[in-house]
């Protein structure tokens, strides 16, 4: 108990003298200037239609970044003073002058002999061109070292970060001020009371404290047109059904800009095409309306004052012209001469459509895969909305490279009625590579269980000459898994006692493969088909089994946020060669087959909310067994055991559902990031199986888990498989699971981050016949049995993959008797309680 005490003794003298040491060391060079410690923004958070973090990002000056409450950077910067900082660099400077002089000298030294053997040369001699080379690379080399610039910066410069000072008052003090009104008043907040005060903590440092009383915001009373041009008046007052304005809203530029854009387009998907939101302004009347406004949109037919007025006039689309294999490079290079030696056919889609083709080479894509997903066409109205379609069609075939969309007069105008405008439409592809292969591998590491695993994909771009995508991928993996301490059987082992190995073949068409027709849905979110072939074997020291299955479904796009996934076929057949005899709950491994159907809803803002916080939101849901159950019901089967068999076994019957949430939230310290992720998944046998087939059963822990266990170790429930002697390797899983992770992750220095971590979940079944003691879920205690572990990390980011190791230590411990889950927090975490987790890429 002593020795207990002692310890935290030792820790808090360490923390205390570790604390003074960084505030003595950033304050010692502090005379008259008050440092910034924090910035505290105020205000009436209920009737506010704004964020605190949007008031942060305009305020200035900010406080110097912290890492666990401590400015490190602050502090290696007063490390040195800036006299012998400056003293480093000049020196610095001296040498590297110095060093950059006698290289150079060397390089006009090596050029010297080289000249005369050219002087002695014949120009067209073998010698003379082996010396001009020799020369030039000199050169070459002569100009690096005399761009190259001699100012490295002092590592306190480099990695350490000034003080920041807080003075009221001051430019920054008026300028803050400022910038919050506009911000106000943007939001529609037009008498808003700022206040900036300064609050003393301790010798030299200060709080400022920012008052924002934002006022009452002014409301959209009426809204009125003022159109010049008639033409397109009818256009605009017809569709307002879809504005933005409303009356009863409050008044925001933001929103107003929004309406402008979309008045723009609305007019371009109409034919439109110089039409552009210049042409329209917004006057807003508050003057003595009581917190509401007026707002008046003006479309005019001139941009300001200086231009004349343009007259709106709609263009249709004459000639659509295709380059299916455009090459840029020479397009540049050789001017008119390129598209002169071009050959040019007309084709005609199956709508219809016009098109001309203009190549050199014959296209390697049928015309029809292209002109399928190009919504621009002859004889049609220019429309943004379809132009923006094709691109995103063209876009998602891997074959095409880039995608230009272009629109000039029509060489045919004067042929015309000059009421209406024409223009020629060239869509110049470049395509990319027809063959591609790739080479993966790595190495893993959870829990003491080291492996290695690889994969070669082959990719065809253009399987069928329609774009098709043929995608095969030959995987393999190796791994030492580790005995169970307390199985007391020896069970002879090599290097390495798992291997698995699995071969995916998949084909991904361009369109969606329906009997009916679908167009409008089609040129909105883009449907892909896919059709997907696995085989995948695996064979451990507890179990050796294979599946083998396919599935034929469609993905599509509803936003640039929202994609689906419908399966309505999917097909596995499960075969298990060997398994232990202990394991509980046998008839989950046996031979299955899996028929039904799945869907999945995907919701990801990141590109959306760029650098903010946002959300990753997935659900699944799969049903088995419903068809087959209904077919062998019509076709009159015997049952066996109350089952229908089918293959030889009893096929599954089950639904089952997850949903994973994850939210990734943006600190102030720049590049820091707090996760927090929940999961929950089930899955219910019913019908033709009372179990579920294990390889659509949950298990937990591990590397993207619960660290802080070894994968597939922690429960069902209270079950321990860690202290079953009876169990060579761990192997649990369950109907349903529960988990919850918050992550914290930092920038350190050069490519390593940090990270800290609260891993929390278990899983459980829901069958009554599995005898495994504790497993079971209970409604009103299964809480007690949620597991926690935490821990720290550190990874490597090499920007396209990044390398983590996270250490996990139990926290609670549901395996344990009920009185002793909690870990005594006077235990001291050790490598030999730890869990080392290696993986590629974040967790979640």
Same mark, same amino acid.
């Given at each position: 108990?002593?020795?207990?005490?002692?310890?935290?003794?030792?820790?808090?003298?360490?923390?205390?003298?570790?604390?003074t040491?960084?505030?003595?060391?950033?304050?010692?060079?502090?005379?008259?200037?008050?440092?910034?410690?924090?910035?505290?923004?105020s205000?009436?958070?209920?009737?506010?239609?704004?964020?605190?973090?949007?008031?942060?990002?305009?305020?200035?000056?900010?406080?110097?970044?912290?890492?666990?409450?401590?400015?490190?950077?602050?502090?290696?910067?007063?490390?040195?003073?800036?006299?012998?900082?400056?003293?480093?660099?000049?020196?610095?400077?001296?040498?590297?002058?110095?060093?950059?002089?006698?290289?150079i000298?060397?390089?006009?030294?090596?050029?010297?002999?080289?000249?005369?053997?050219?002087?002695?040369?014949?120009?067209?001699?073998?010698?003379?061109?082996?010396?001009?080379?020799?020369?030039t690379?000199?050169?070459?080399?002569?100009?690096?070292?005399?761009?190259?610039?001699?100012?490295?910066?002092?590592?306190?410069?480099?990695k350490?970060?000034?003080?920041?000072?807080?003075?009221?008052?001051?430019?920054?003090?008026?300028?803050?001020?400022r910038?919050?009104?506009?911000?106000?008043n943007?939001?529609?907040?037009?008498?808003?009371?700022?206040?900036?005060?300064?609050?003393?903590?301790?010798?030299?440092?200060?709080?400022?404290?920012?008052?924002?009383?934002?006022?009452?915001?002014?409301?959209i009373?009426?809204?009125?047109?003022?159109?010049?041009?008639?033409?397109?008046?009818?256009?605009?007052?017809?569709?307002?059904?879809?504005?933005?304005?409303?009356?009863?809203?409050?008044?925001?530029?933001?929103?107003?800009?929004?309406?402008?854009?979309?008045?723009?387009?609305?007019?371009?998907?109409?034919?439109?095409?110089?039409?552009?939101?210049?042409?329209?302004?917004?006057?807003?009347?508050?003057?003595?309306?009581n917190?509401?406004?007026?707002?008046?949109?003006?479309?005019?037919?001139?941009?300001?004052?200086?231009?004349?007025?343009?007259?709106?006039?709609?263009?249709?689309?004459?000639?659509?012209?295709?380059?299916?294999?455009?090459?840029?490079?020479?397009?540049?290079?050789?001017?008119?001469?390129?598209?002169?030696?071009?050959?040019?056919?007309?084709?005609?889609?199956?709508?219809?459509?016009?098109?001309?083709?203009?190549?050199?080479?014959?296209?390697?894509?049928n015309?029809?895969?292209?002109?399928?997903?190009?919504?621009?066409?002859?004889?049609?109205f220019?429309?943004l909305?379809?132009?923006?379609?094709?691109?995103?069609?063209?876009?998602?075939?891997?074959?095409?490279?880039?995608?230009?969309?272009?629109?000039?007069?029509?060489?045919?105008?004067?042929?015309?009625?000059d009421?209406?405008?024409?223009?020629?439409?060239?869509?110049?592809?470049?395509?990319?590579?027809?063959?591609?292969?790739?080479?993966?591998?790595?190495?893993?590491?959870?829990?003491?269980?080291?492996?290695?695993?690889?994969?070669?994909?082959?990719?065809?771009?253009?399987?069928?000459?329609?774009?098709?995508?043929?995608?095969?991928k030959?995987?393999?993996?190796?791994?030492?898994l580790?005995?169970?301490?307390?199985?007391?059987?020896?069970?002879?082992?090599?290097?390495?006692?798992?291997?698995?190995?699995?071969?995916?073949?998949?084909?991904?068409?361009p369109?969606?493969l329906?009997?009916?027709?679908?167009?409008?849905?089609?040129?909105?979110?883009?449907?892909?088909?896919?059709?997907?072939?696995?085989?995948?074997?695996?064979?451990?020291?507890?179990?050796?089994?294979?599946?083998?299955?396919?599935?034929?479904?469609?993905?599509?796009?509803?936003?640039?946020?929202?994609?689906?996934?419908?399966?309505?076929?999917?097909?596995?057949?499960?075969?298990?060669?060997?398994?232990?005899?202990?394991?509980?709950?046998d008839?989950?491994?046996?031979?299955?087959?899996?028929f039904?159907?799945?869907?999945r809803?995907?919701?990801? @803002?990141?590109? +959306? &909310?760029? *650098? =903010?916080?946002?959300?990753?939101?997935?659900?699944?849901?799969?049903? !088995? $067994? #419903?068809?087959?159950?209904?077919?062998?019901?019509?076709?009159?089967?015997?049952?066996?055991?109350?089952?229908?068999?089918?293959?030889?076994?009893?096929?599954?019957?089950?639904?089952?559902t997850?949903?994973?949430?994850?939210?990734?939230?943006?600190l102030?310290?720049?590049?820091?990031?707090?996760?927090?992720?929940?999961?929950?998944?089930?899955?219910?046998?019913?019908?033709?199986?009372?179990?579920?087939?294990?390889?659509?059963?949950?298990?937990?822990?591990?590397?993207?888990?619960?660290?802080?266990?070894?994968?597939?170790?922690?429960g069902?429930?209270?079950?321990?498989?860690?202290?079953?002697?009876?169990?060579?390797?761990?192997?649990?899983r369950?109907?349903l699971?529960?988990e919850? @992770?918050?992550? +914290? &992750?930092? *920038? =350190?220095f050069?490519?390593?981050?940090?990270?800290?971590?609260?891993? !929390? $979940? #278990?899983?459980?079944?829901?069958?009554?016949?599995?005898?495994?003691?504790?497993?079971?879920?209970?409604?009103?205690?299964?809480?007690?049995e949620?597991?926690?572990?935490?821990?720290?990390?550190?990874?490597?980011?090499?920007?396209?993959?990044?390398?983590?190791?996270d250490?996990?230590?139990?926290?609670k411990?549901?395996?344990?008797p009920?009185?002793?889950?909690?870990?005594?927090?006077?235990?001291?975490?050790?490598?030999?309680?730890?869990?080392?987790?290696?993986?590629?890429?974040?967790?979640?």
């Amino acid at each position: 108990m002593q020795f207990i005490k002692l310890k935290f003794i030792i820790r808090f003298f360490f923390l205390f003298g570790l604390s003074t040491l960084f505030s003595c060391n950033i304050t010692k060079n502090i005379e008259n200037e008050q440092r910034l410690v924090k910035n505290i923004i105020s205000f009436d958070k209920k009737n506010a239609d704004f964020q605190k973090y949007e008031i942060e990002k305009i305020i200035k000056p900010k406080p110097n970044t912290k890492f666990f409450g401590i400015p490190i950077k602050l502090y290696i910067n007063n490390l040195w003073t800036k006299e012998k900082k400056e003293l480093w660099e000049n020196k610095k400077k001296e040498k590297c002058s110095e060093k950059k002089k006698t290289k150079i000298s060397r390089i006009n030294k090596k050029i010297k002999p080289y000249e005369n053997e050219i002087n002695s040369s014949d120009v067209d001699s073998k010698n003379y061109k082996k010396y001009q080379n020799k020369i030039t690379a000199a050169q070459i080399k002569k100009e690096k070292k005399e761009n190259k610039t001699c100012n490295k910066k002092h590592f306190g410069n480099r990695k350490g970060e000034k003080p920041v000072f807080f003075k009221l008052y001051d430019n920054d003090y008026f300028r803050n001020i400022r910038n919050i009104r506009v911000f106000l008043n943007n939001r529609g907040y037009y008498s808003p009371i700022v206040k900036i005060s300064e609050k003393q903590r301790g010798k030299n440092k200060v709080v400022a404290i920012y008052e924002i009383n934002q006022g009452k915001a002014h409301l959209i009373n009426d809204i009125k047109f003022q159109i010049d041009d008639k033409s397109i008046e009818q256009k605009i007052l017809s569709d307002q059904a879809n504005t933005l304005l409303k009356a009863g809203n409050r008044l925001d530029v933001q929103t107003i800009e929004d309406e402008r854009k979309r008045i723009a387009d609305m007019l371009k998907d109409n034919g439109y095409f110089t039409f552009s939101k210049e042409y329209i302004y917004f006057s807003v009347d508050t003057v003595n309306k009581n917190f509401k406004a007026d707002i008046t949109i003006n479309v005019s037919n001139q941009k300001n004052d200086t231009t004349e007025g343009a007259e709106f006039k709609r263009h249709f689309i004459d000639n659509v012209y295709i380059y299916p294999n455009y090459k840029p490079n020479d397009a540049i290079l050789n001017k008119e001469e390129y598209y002169k030696y071009q050959d040019t056919i007309i084709y005609y889609s199956k709508n219809d459509k016009k098109y001309f083709l203009i190549y050199k080479e014959v296209p390697k894509i049928n015309p029809n895969a292209l002109t399928k997903g190009i919504y621009v066409a002859s004889d049609e109205f220019y429309n943004l909305k379809r132009i923006k379609a094709s691109y995103k069609y063209l876009a998602s075939l891997p074959i095409i490279q880039t995608a230009m969309i272009n629109f000039h007069n029509s060489k045919h105008q004067a042929n015309f009625n000059d009421s209406v405008k024409y223009l020629d439409c060239e869509i110049k592809l470049t395509q990319d590579k027809l063959q591609a292969y790739e080479l993966t591998s790595e190495i893993t590491h959870t829990s003491g269980n080291w492996g290695m695993a690889g994969s070669l994909i082959y990719t065809h771009n253009n399987f069928f000459r329609n774009t098709e995508v043929l995608n095969l991928k030959l995987n393999g993996e190796l791994k030492r898994l580790t005995k169970n301490s307390d199985y007391e059987i020896p069970i002879p082992t090599g290097l390495f006692n798992s291997f698995k190995y699995g071969v995916d073949l998949n084909i991904q068409f361009p369109r969606m493969l329906v009997p009916v027709p679908l167009k409008n849905f089609i040129r909105r979110s883009n449907p892909k088909t896919n059709i997907n072939t696995t085989f995948n074997y695996s064979d451990r020291p507890d179990i050796k089994w294979s599946v083998a299955g396919g599935a034929i479904g469609y993905t599509w796009s509803q936003t640039q946020t929202i994609l689906h996934s419908f399966m309505p076929i999917t097909a596995d057949f499960l075969k298990v060669y060997r398994k232990f005899d202990d394991y509980k709950l046998d008839e989950t491994y046996e031979n299955r087959f899996v028929f039904g159907s799945s869907y999945r809803f995907s919701f990801n @803002n990141q590109l +959306y &909310r760029k *650098k =903010l916080n946002y959300f990753y939101i997935t659900s699944y849901i799969k049903v !088995a $067994g #419903n068809s087959l159950n209904l077919f062998m019901n019509w076709l009159n089967k015997p049952k066996t055991d109350n089952s229908y068999i089918l293959f030889g076994n009893a096929f599954a019957q089950f639904i089952k559902t997850d949903f994973d949430i994850r939210y990734y939230r943006k600190l102030n310290r720049a590049k820091d990031n707090l996760v927090f992720r929940i999961f929950a998944g089930g899955a219910i046998p019913y019908g033709n199986l009372s179990v579920i087939p294990f390889s659509e059963r949950y298990f937990s822990g591990g590397s993207n888990g619960i660290r802080a266990w070894e994968e597939r170790s922690l429960g069902p429930g209270s079950y321990s498989a860690e202290n079953n002697e009876n169990i060579p390797y761990f192997n649990e899983r369950a109907d349903l699971k529960l988990e919850g @992770n918050i992550e +914290y &992750r930092m *920038k =350190l220095f050069w490519r390593f981050e940090g990270a800290l971590f609260i891993d !929390a $979940g #278990n899983i459980w079944a829901i069958n009554k016949n599995d005898v495994r003691i504790g497993a079971s879920f209970e409604s009103n205690d299964f809480y007690k049995e949620i597991a926690i572990g935490s821990g720290l990390g550190i990874r490597l980011d090499f920007d396209f993959f990044l390398v983590r190791l996270d250490l996990g230590f139990k926290i609670k411990d549901p395996s344990l008797p009920e009185n002793e889950r909690w870990i005594p927090f006077n235990i001291i975490p050790t490598l030999n309680n730890a869990k080392f987790n290696l993986g590629i890429g974040y967790p979640f």
